[in-house]
T-cell receptor
């Protein structure tokens, strides 16, 4: 079945540590890719998106993601996390004209 | 621009009742999508409306229905509520073009008792 997989369900890091969250999808063909973040008590916000062009995309708050087509991956990275990055992160894939499909989410806890 | 708004924010209903949730998209956005978010199933797509027509539909029973009005506002209806329908229902709007991003509202928290 076509799906979006986020390998890490719960990640705990100390401030200033580097972050990488994995995302793999199983759709063939052209896809649009997104990372969304949900801070505690807040609604989903778009972190970054990939439509075409440079596979390394930069988003808000110092986040970036790299699209590797051959690996069907779109991993999220941040060189140095802050306590305020504590949130749940969702990878999402939009295949063609079909519906946006989300991964199961990764809960990130940053310890001061 | 005002963001996506959803009303009501919280609802408590009894099993067997029906409920209607409302979503007002960002001005100029023509597509509205609905999602159900639960701890166990995560974010699941319900349906998408574009220019008053349902464009995509997820794998939910027919008790879940929706519609979109000419001003792009959308409503979602759930009939014969079940305990398992307790969830956060999210609405997202977008321009609706090929390469689009969705902007989410704060959600409606539905509790079925």
């Amino acid at each position: 079945a076509q799906s979006v997989s986020q390998h890490n369900h719960h990640v705990i890091l100390s401030e200033a540590a580097s972050l990488e969250l994995g995302c793999n999808y199983s759709y063939g063909g052209t896809v649009n890719l997104f990372w969304y973040v949900q801070y505690p008590g807040q609604h989903l916000q778009l972190l970054l998106k990939y439509f075409s062009g440079d596979p390394l995309v930069k988003g808000i708050k110092g986040f970036e993601a790299e699209f590797i087509k051959s690996k069907f991956s779109f991993n999220l990275r941040k060189p140095s996390v802050q306590w305020s990055d504590t949130a749940e992160y969702f990878c999402a894939v939009l295949p063609g004209r079909r519906a946006l499909t989300f991964g199961s989410g990764t809960r990130l806890q940053v310890q001061p | 621009k005002a963001g996506v708004t959803q009303t009501p924010r919280y609802l408590i209903k009894t099993r067997g009742q029906q409920v209607t949730l409302s979503c007002s998209p960002i001005s100029g956005h023509r597509s509205v999508s609905w999602y159900q978010q639960t701890p166990g199933q995560g974010l699941q797509f319900l349906f998408e409306y574009f220019s008053e027509t349902q464009r995509n539909k997820g794998n939910f029973p027919g008790r879940f229905s929706g519609r979109q009005f000419s001003n792009s506002r959308s409503e979602m209806n759930v009939s014969t509520l079940e305990l398992g329908d307790s969830a956060l229902y999210l609405c997202a709007s977008s321009l609706g073009d090929r390469e689009y991003e969705q902007y989410f509202g704060p959600g409606t928290r539905l509790t079925v008792t």
